[in-house]
Structure formats: structure tokens, C-alpha cells
């Protein structure tokens, strides 16, 4: 199973900060490789596809990159609908396995 | 607008069984691909299994700790996904989600789960 890290596990940060969540495979995962979005007691958003592929609907303040091995997502510019967790996927090899996810909370 | 409502949730003894029901609107279960996730509570997010659509062989997969103890099945008349939960142990206690295994295809073809549905919770306990 390829493993998947991300970093930090959680984070505090203010309204207007541009924040970088980072999301390392344990082996390539090409760009096959997912964000989603979730706020407490909901399901999962998706909000980046192929590592870099703004899902429909999406803000454009957020992004991701990265290729391989080494992935980010940056949200430029938090908003308050933002502080959510956030969790990572590689879609290259199943099983299809996620990060264990990155807390945003509010500073 | 595709809706997915999982239901069959509760609380279960350990080795016991459960049928979770995922009813899916807006779309048909027979042309896609669907997978099961689940949440153990204040942890991540977990892969269960999925089922290939009709014309894809409509086979399953699942990951290993529940492979040989979970199966998936569909009725198509229903438009409904099933999730057959056997030798439940306590470590299967989560919020279940049935998540449509989209496929898009732009030079390479790269899959993500796009619709999710609002989960369901399972509790092993005695």
C-alpha cells in the first residue's frame, strides 16, 4: 500500500493568510493525486483533481502542485468557510489510501 | 444533481453483521463506478472497497482489512449500492460513505471520488 503523509496535522492561521498544506506519497503517485475538504460532521469535498485541477465550483483561491512523490495545497488568501480539514489521496495504485489529514483552524 | 443517502447504520455486537444501503439519485448505479470510505471517529479517511460499473464487469475490490468479511452489491431496479458487513469487529466502528469512483480522462485518466453522501455510522460494541 503506498502510504500517505501530510504535514502539519494541523495548523492555526488568521483570516487574509495564504496557508500550504503538504502531502509527501511514500512511492510515485505521478499526479494522481486528490484534495478534499471537510468541516465537522459532514462528508468529504473534493476540491483538487490530478494534482492540480480546480474541482467544479471551487474557489479559485485554492491550488494545488506538485508531481511524484511531493504535493501542495495553498489556499491564497483563508477565508472563514475555510477552516475545514483537509485530507490528501493517491489515486495511482489501489487500494486508494489518504492522508491523515490536516486541521485549519482559526488563530 | 446527484444525490447519494446511505442508510443501515447502528449499533452491533462484535461478530455480528450489518447491510449498509447507499440510494443514489440523479445517477445510475448500473454505469459507475462506486466505492465505500469510511471515518473511524477523530481519525482520517479509509478506503473500504468499490464495484466497477456494469460494463466494466461490475467486480469489487476491497482493501485488506476487510476484504473476505465485506462484499458490495447493487440492484439496479432499486438504483441502490450495498455494503454486506460480516465478522464486524470493534475496530469497523466508523461513519461509512458511499462516494461515486469518477474517471476522467485527459491524456491520462485519473480518478476521484466526486459525490459523496452524508455517511452513516456503524458502532461495534458489546
Known amino acids: 500500500d503506498i502510504q500517505m503523509t501530510q504535514s502539519p496535522s494541523s495548523l492555526s492561521a488568521s483570516v487574509g493568510d495564504r496557508v500550504a498544506i503538504t502531502c509527501r506519497a511514500g512511492?510515485?503517485?505521478?499526479?494522481?493525486l486528490n484534495w478534499y475538504q471537510q468541516k465537522p460532521g459532514k462528508a468529504p469535498k473534493l476540491l483538487i483533481y490530478?494534482?492540480?485541477s480546480l474541482a467544479s465550483g471551487v474557489p479559485s483561491r485554492f491550488s494545488g502542485s506538485g508531481s511524484g512523490t511531493d504535493f501542495t495545497l495553498t489556499i491564497s488568501s483563508l477565508q472563514p468557510e475555510d477552516f475545514a480539514t483537509y485530507h490528501c489521496q493517491q489515486t495511482s495504485n489501489t487500494p486508494w489510501t489518504f492522508g491523515q489529514g490536516t486541521k485549519v483552524e482559526i488563530k | 444533481e446527484v444525490q447519494l443517502v446511505e442508510s443501515g447504520g447502528g449499533l452491533v455486537k462484535p461478530g455480528g453483521s450489518l447491510r449498509l444501503s447507499c440510494a443514489s439519485s440523479g445517477l445510475s448505479l448500473n454505469n459507475a463506478w462506486m466505492s465505500w470510505v469510511r471515518q473511524a471517529p477523530g481519525k482520517g479517511l479509509e478506503w473500504v472497497g468499490r464495484i466497477k460499473s456494469n460494463s466494466d464487469g461490475g467486480t469489487t475490490d476491497f482493501a485488506a482489512p476487510v476484504k473476505g468479511r465485506f462484499t458490495i452489491s447493487k440492484d439496479g431496479s432499486k438504483n441502490t449500492l450495498y455494503l454486506q458487513m460480516n465478522s464486524l469487529k470493534t475496530e469497523d466502528t466508523a461513519v461509512y460513505y458511499c462516494?461515486?469512483?469518477?474517471?476522467?480522462?485527459?491524456?491520462?485518466?485519473?480518478?476521484?471520488?466526486?459525490?459523496w453522501g452524508q455517511g452513516t455510522l456503524v458502532t461495534v460494541s458489546s
Open positions: 490530478a494534482a492540480s
Open positions: 462516494t461515486t469512483d469518477h474517471l476522467y480522462c485527459s491524456g491520462n485518466c485519473y480518478r476521484y471520488f466526486d459525490n
Open positions: 512511492q510515485s503517485v505521478s499526479a494522481f
